[in-house]
Each structure stands twice: as C-alpha cells, then as structure tokens.
C-alpha cells in the first residue's frame, strides 16, 4: 500500500511537466495530420520546434502563441502556398528557414534574435509584411546575425517591418522585382544591404543610428524614394552608399544629419532629384560617376555639398542656402554660377577636427577665394543655374526636446544661483 501511495505521488509531481513535453512535440504532429491547403489555428501557448513544413499550409496563432528551440524553429522545404501568422519566436538558431518555396506569406511575426536570423533561398512570391524583429542590444554589431537574408529570389514584397540591433537589418543577394516599403532598420551595421539585383524599389523606409542607412551593390534598375535616411553619425558612415550601380533614380528623400549623405563609385545612368540634404557633414562624395545628374535638390546646413575626383558630375537647378549671387531678372535662377567645392571643405573632410574652425575669419577669406575663381571647369562642382532661395521653401526642422528642456533648466538654474550670489 505504501509502495503504490508513493508511485501515485510521484506520477502526480511529474504529470506537469509530462503534459508540456508532450504539448511540445505535437506541433508537428498537428502539421502532419492538417489537410494539404488547410488552416491550422494554434492556441496560445509555447510549443516546441523544430517542426518541418512541406506541404501547402496556414498557420495562424492567438496572442501568446510562441515556438521555442534550441536549433531552428520551422523548416519549410520545397513545397508552395506557405504562411505563418502572428506567431513569437524565440529560437537559438533561425526562427525560419525556407528553401525553394512558391508563395510564402510571414505576416504578425515577432523575434527575439539570438545567434541566427530569418533565412530564406529561392523563394518566388514572398511576403513580408508586419513583422517585428529585435537583437541583443548590449552586443557589438559584429557579432549579431543578420536579420532577414534572402538569397537568389524574385517577386518579393515587403512592407512595415521594423529590425533592430542585429548585424544588417535585410540583406539580398541576387534577386530581381522587389519593393520594400514603409520598413524600419536601426541600431545595425547596414539598414538594408543588397548584393547583386535587377527591379529594386526602396519606399518610404527609414533607416537611422546604423554604420551605413543603405548600402546598394551592383544593382540595374532601381528606385530610391520617399526615405528617411537619419543619423548614420560613427566617423566612417554613410547614408546611402552606391556602388557598380545602373539605371537609378534617387528622388524625393529627406537626409538629415549623417556623416557622408551619400557615396557613390561607378555610377551611371542616375539622377538625384528633389531630395532635401540637411545638416549632413558631407553631402556627396563621387568616384568614376560622370553621368550622374543632380537636379533640383535642397541643400540646407551641410559643412560641405561635394567632393570628387577629376570626373565629377552634373549639378543644376539646386539650392543652396550659402549662394549669395543675385537675381537681377526675378526669373528664381541666380545670374551667377554656384561653385559647391571649397578648399576647406575638402580638408575637413580628411581631418574632421578642422569643423571647429568653419567660421573662423581666416576659413571664411578661404571659401571666398574659392568662389571667385574660374567656374566653367565641371571638374569643380559648378552648379551653373542655382535656384535661388524662398521664403517659401518649407525646410523639415526638428526640435530636440530634451536638450532644450536641459538648456531652460540650465538657464533658470543659473540666473538663480547668480541672484543667491548678489
């Protein structure tokens, strides 16, 4: 009797966490036994992965739906008509893997990043949309996976996806006709990184506090527009970095307060147009581009507009806000040709110290001197019909509200202390 009282008691310490396990390892089984092209509803609870997707299926959890494991959360190999939906990942390995799969929707997915990221390879028609995606944050970049990589593909849409602290937010690798809109990368190395592509359109995507906003390589045909591209600020980063690419169109993007706005190396067939660059320290930096256009761009508050090497490129139909030519006739072109390259500047941006002394007299005699010179060679950034400056030019200015709550706190503080002492 007693024998049986305790086996009965031990039974009753272990059923617990008898049920967990084998909740766990019925995600796999509920998978295999779902019809091909059905809707499997999960509960809100952990189970445990890794599971393997092959047929066409749909798998939509509640809130407090997560998949756990020590490897890979779900493989999905070789099938069509895939999609998960507002699941929470919290794997060792990649939450997602897939391979050769023809329509693959990821929709409402969370991860929490650890030592590998989402990982996808010849997909044609994927979705990505509405997803949240975060890394270690006291970790160095360098050692933090890649968010999402996805590899030899085409047909691809994403949309409102936000990555942070991970290596880069997205990184492609030879794909064709993708838009990737309305997404958020910050706190990375690269916000979004493409190597090799045809058919790319950027909308509408902020990228902010990475190493480099944009990094774009080896690319035909592509459209840059209506990003944010914010606070790249470390002494080696660039807003938009373009190189060996084809066919661009860089237009309608606000850059505000990055190291270098923009890089380009081996350029053709582009044009920047209607972009507003403001408080950047360098706008442009141009390598073996001759052809690139840019075309009535706003630049307000930069130490330096451009720099090159002996091609240069196009410029026309800009506004400075440090031409001080005239406008005799009141057609909004100044009568004098604006010459963008300073001497100064070009030394500063070799020894970044020299800002300190950008408006001393002796800086400003120099810029002087470099506007009066000859201003026909297109070797020397010359901006033959500037725009001339309105008042109605609505430039986009941000109030940072902590540091003027700390310069009004200082000032009170102080006038007060002052009073004491009298």
Same mark, same amino acid.
């Given at each position: 009797?007693?024998?049986?009282?305790?086996?009965?008691?031990? %039974?009753?310490?272990?059923?617990?966490?008898?049920?967990?396990?084998?909740?766990?390892?019925?995600?796999?089984?509920?998978?295999?036994?779902?019809?091909?092209?059905?809707?499997?509803?999960?509960?809100?609870?952990?189970?445990?992965?890794?599971?393997?997707?092959?047929?066409?299926?749909?798998?939509?959890?509640?809130?407090?739906?997560?998949? &756990?494991?020590?490897?890979?959360?779900?493989?999905?190999?070789?099938?069509?008509?895939?999609?998960?939906? #507002?699941?929470?990942?919290?794997?060792?390995?990649?939450?997602?893997?897939?391979?050769?799969?023809?329509?693959?929707?990821?929709?409402?997915?969370?991860?929490? *990043?650890?030592?590998?990221?989402? &990982?996808?390879?010849?997909?044609?028609?994927?979705?990505?949309?509405?997803?949240?995606?975060?890394?270690?944050?006291?970790?160095?970049?360098?050692?933090?996976?890649?968010?999402? &990589?996805?590899?030899?593909?085409?047909?691809?849409?994403?949309?409102?996806?936000?990555?942070?602290?991970?290596?880069?937010?997205?990184?492609?690798?030879?794909?064709?006709?993708?838009?990737?809109?309305?997404?958020?990368?910050?706190?990375?190395?690269?916000?979004? +990184?493409?190597?090799?592509?045809?058919?790319?359109?950027?909308?509408?995507?902020?990228?902010?506090?990475?190493?480099?906003?944009?990094?774009?390589?080896?690319?035909?045909?592509?459209?840059?527009?209506?990003? @944010?591209?914010?606070?790249?600020?470390?002494? #080696?980063?660039?807003?938009?970095? *373009?190189?060996?690419?084809?066919?661009?169109?860089?237009?309608?993007?606000?850059?505000?307060?990055?190291?270098?706005?923009?890089?380009?190396?081996?350029?053709?067939? @582009?044009?920047?147009?209607?972009?507003?660059?403001?408080?950047?320290?360098?706008?442009?930096?141009?390598?073996?581009?001759?052809?690139?256009?840019?075309? #009535?761009?706003?630049?307000? $508050?930069?130490?330096?507009?451009?720099?090159?090497?002996?091609?240069?490129?196009?410029? &026309?139909?800009?506004?400075?806000?440090?031409?001080?030519?005239?406008?005799?006739?009141?057609?909004?072109?100044?009568?004098?040709? +604006?010459?963008?390259?300073?001497? %100064?500047?070009?030394?500063?941006?070799?020894?970044?110290?020299?800002?300190?002394?950008?408006?001393?007299?002796?800086?400003? *005699?120099?810029?002087?001197?470099? +506007?009066? @010179?000859?201003?026909?060679? @297109?070797?020397?950034?010359?901006?033959?019909?500037?725009?001339?400056?309105?008042?109605?030019? #609505?430039?986009?200015?941000?109030?940072?509200?902590?540091?003027?709550?700390? $310069?009004?706190?200082?000032?009170?503080?102080?006038?007060?202390?002052?009073?004491?002492?009298?």
């Amino acid at each position: 009797m007693l024998k049986k009282t305790i086996m009965l008691f031990v %039974f009753m310490l272990v059923l617990p966490f008898a049920n967990k396990t084998n909740a766990a390892e019925n995600l796999q089984q509920l998978i295999d036994e779902a019809p091909i092209n059905s809707v499997l509803t999960l509960k809100a609870k952990t189970y445990a992965g890794p599971v393997l997707i092959n047929k066409p299926l749909t798998i939509i959890g509640v809130e407090g739906t997560v998949i &756990e494991s020590k490897t890979t959360g779900i493989s999905i190999e070789k099938t069509a008509d895939v999609k998960l939906e #507002n699941i929470t990942f919290k794997t060792v390995q990649q939450p997602i893997f897939a391979n050769e799969v023809i329509g693959l929707t990821l929709s409402k997915l969370t991860f929490s *990043l650890q030592d590998e990221g989402v &990982e996808l390879r010849k997909m044609n028609q994927l979705v990505i949309e509405h997803n949240y995606m975060t890394g270690l944050k006291e970790a160095h970049f360098s050692k933090k996976p890649n968010g999402y &990589e996805i590899y030899e593909s085409k047909g691809i849409q994403i949309d409102n996806v936000k990555v942070q602290n991970v290596q880069d937010g997205l990184y492609f690798e030879r794909i064709e006709n993708i838009k990737v809109t309305n997404t958020i990368s910050e706190s990375g190395r690269y916000g979004l +990184h493409f190597m090799y592509g045809s058919e790319v359109t950027l909308q509408y995507n902020t990228v902010s506090n990475n190493v480099t906003g944009l990094m774009l390589m080896i690319i035909n045909q592509l459209d840059v527009s209506y990003n @944010t591209v914010l606070r790249q600020l470390a002494l #080696n980063s660039n807003g938009l970095y *373009l190189y060996d690419v084809q066919q661009a169109t860089i237009q309608q993007n606000d850059f505000f307060e990055n190291t270098v706005a923009t890089v380009w190396n081996r350029v053709s067939d @582009t044009t920047f147009e209607h972009n507003l660059f403001q408080s950047n320290g360098t706008v442009f930096e141009a390598e073996k581009s001759p052809a690139v256009e840019v075309r #009535n761009n706003i630049f307000n $508050g930069n130490i330096l507009v451009a720099r090159s090497d002996k091609a240069g490129f196009i410029l &026309e139909n800009n506004m400075y806000d440090d031409y001080d030519g005239y406008d005799f006739d009141g057609n909004g072109i100044g009568d004098t040709p +604006h010459q963008t390259y300073t001497s %100064f500047g070009q030394w500063m941006v070799r020894k970044p110290v020299y800002q300190y002394f950008i408006e001393s007299p002796s800086v400003v *005699l120099l810029n002087k001197m470099d +506007h009066e @010179t000859e201003t026909t060679d @297109t070797a020397l950034l010359v901006d033959p019909l500037p725009k001339i400056a309105t008042l109605n030019t #609505n430039l986009q200015r941000e109030i940072v509200w902590w540091q003027l709550i700390l $310069g009004f706190s200082s000032i009170v503080l102080i006038s007060f202390g002052w009073r004491k002492l009298q």
